[in-house]
C-alpha cells in the first residue's frame, strides 16, 4: 500500500511541477515568475523527500535543507532587487 | 559577572545556536558539541553591533498557547484556502484592508504580520510608516468589519498579553 | 513495519501531493497577481509540512532513529512563508501591477505603497 500512495504523490508532485514550469513561462509580470519560481523549489523539496522514502536512506535531506535556506534568500534577493534596484544598500 | 556578560552577550542566542547546530548534524559526539560551543560563543560575539533592542516575552506558557492554536488555525486554514481554490473562481470576492494595529514594537507586529499571512485567505501586505495600519490583502472578503473583528480578538489580544505592551 | 503505520504514512503522503497539486493548480486558475500570492504561500505550506511529518515518521520506524533534520526544514519553511509572501505582495503594489476590477478598496494599494496612513474620509 506505501509504494502506491508513494507513486501516487511522486506523480502529483511531478504534474505540480509541470504547471510551475507553465507558469513561469507564462508570467505575465516579474512578481507572478518570481512566485511560481518559488513554488518550484518548494515543491522540488517535496519531490527530494519522497524520494528519500523510495530509497530509504536520508542523505538526500542536506540536499533539501540547502534547497530550502538558498531557495528562500534567492526570492528575498529578486523582490529587494525589483523594489529598490539594487541588492545590498 | 561582567566576564561572563562580555564573552556570552546573548545567552538564550548561543543556547539555541548550539541546539540547531547539533540538530543539522544529527550526530552528540564530543567533537561536534566542542565545534558547536565555539560556534555558539563566536557567532553572538560577531554580530552583537547588529543587533538591536527586542521585546522580551512576558507570559512564555500563553505564547505555547498561541503556538498551538496557531498551527490548528493554519491547518484549518489551509483546507479553506484549497477549498476556496477548487471552487468557481469567478465568485471569488477579493479585497484589501486597513486593519489599525494595537501593538507596538517591531517584534510584535512581525509576530502578527507573518500569523495573518499563513492564516484563513489573509495576507498582510504592507504596514504604514507610523505603525498604526496594518494593509492586508484577503482572498474572499464577504465582510471587512467581521474579518478585522476576528483578527483582533483571535490574535492580536493574546499577542498584546504575551508581550504586555 | 505494521499496517496502521502503513496507513497512516499513506494519509500523510496523499495529503501532501494533493495539497501542493493546488497550491500549483492555484497559481494558474486565480485571477490576478494578489489573489495568486495566496495558493502557494499557504497550501503548498501545509502539503510540505504534511510530507515532512510522513517522512520523519518513515525514519522513525524504518531505521529506528529520530531525524529531526527535517524538522529543521518543516520550521525554515513556516518561518520563511509567510515572509515570501509579504515581499512579494510589496513588489506587486511597488511595480503597479493591475488587479481585478472587483476587488474591494483598491484604492488602499495607492496609499499603501506610500506607507502612509488611510484617510477616513473615503470609507
Redesign the interface.
Known amino acids: 500500500m506505501l509504494e502506491i500512495s508513494l507513486k501516487i504523490a511522486l506523480v502529483m508532485i511531478s504534474i505540480a511541477l509541470i504547471m510551475n514550469t507553465f507558469s513561469l513561462v507564462r508570467g505575465p509580470s516579474l512578481p507572478e515568475r518570481i512566485l511560481s519560481l518559488d513554488t518550484l523549489y518548494i515543491n522540488s523539496i517535496g519531490l527530494i523527500l519522497i524520494y528519500g522514502i523510495v530509497q530509504a536512506s536520508s542523505i538526500n535531506f542536506e540536499a533539501a535543507l540547502l534547497i530550502a535556506m538558498l531557495g528562500f534568500v534567492s526570492t528575498a534577493a529578486l523582490c529587494k532587487y525589483l523594489l529598490r534596484g539594487d541588492i545590498i544598500e | 559577572m561582567s566576564f561572563v556578560r562580555s564573552w556570552l552577550p546573548r545567552p538564550f542566542l548561543s543556547l539555541v545556536l548550539l541546539i ?1 547546530w547539533l ?2 548534524n ?1 550526530a552528540f559526539s564530543l567533537g561536534q558539541i566542542l565545534l558547536g560551543l565555539i560556534l555558539a560563543m563566536g557567532i553572538p560575539l560577531l554580530t552583537e553591533p547588529l543587533q538591536t533592542q527586542q521585546m522580551a516575552v512576558k507570559r512564555p506558557l500563553k505564547l505555547i498557547k498561541y503556538i498551538m492554536v496557531l498551527m490548528w488555525d ?2 484549518v ?2 483546507l479553506a ?2 477549498k476556496l ?2 471552487g468557481p ?1 469567478k465568485a ?7 486593519y489599525p494595529l494595537n501593538l507596538t514594537g517591531d517584534l510584535p507586529i512581525t509576530l502578527l ?3 495573518i ?2 492564516t484563513p ?1 489573509t ?8 505603525k ?2 496594518l ?1 492586508i ?1 484577503a ?1 474572499d ?1 464577504p465582510n ?1 468589519q467581521a474579518l478585522i473583528d476576528e483578527i483582533k480578538q483571535r490574535y492580536e489580544t493574546p499577542l498584546k498579553e504575551i508581550f504586555q505592551c | 513495519m505494521n499496517f496502521a503505520i502503513e496507513l497512516i504514512l499513506s494519509l500523510l503522503l496523499l495529503l501532501g501531493g494533493s495539497l501542493i497539486l493546488i497550491g500549483s493548480l492555484g497559481l494558474i486558475r486565480l485571477p490576478d497577481v494578489y489573489t495568486r500570492l495566496h495558493a502557494p504561500t499557504k497550501a503548498t505550506t501545509l502539503g510540505m509540512g504534511a510530507i515532512l511529518i510522513a517522512s520523519m515518521l518513515f525514519t522513525l520506524f524504518d531505521q529506528g532513529s529520530l531525524s529531526v533534520q527535517q524538522l529543521l526544514i518543516t520550521l525554515f519553511l513556516f518561518i520563511s512563508a509567510p515572509l515570501t509572501g509579504h515581499l512579494l505582495a510589496k513588489t506587486a503594489m511597488h511595480q503597479r501591477l493591475k488587479q481585478i476590477d472587483k476587488t474591494k478598496n483598491a484604492d488602499l494599494i495607492e496609499v499603501a505603497r506610500d506607507r502612509k496612513a488611510p484617510n477616513h474620509s473615503s470609507d
Do not use: C, R
Open positions: 540547531v540538530l543539522m544529527n493554519i491547518v486554514a489551509n484556502v484549497a481554490i477548487l473562481t471569488l470576492q477579493p479585497g484589501f484592508i486597513a504580520a507573518s500569523t499571512s499563513l485567505g495576507l498582510s501586505a504592507e504596514v504604514s510608516k507610523d498604526e495600519w494593509y490583502h482572498l472578503l471587512e
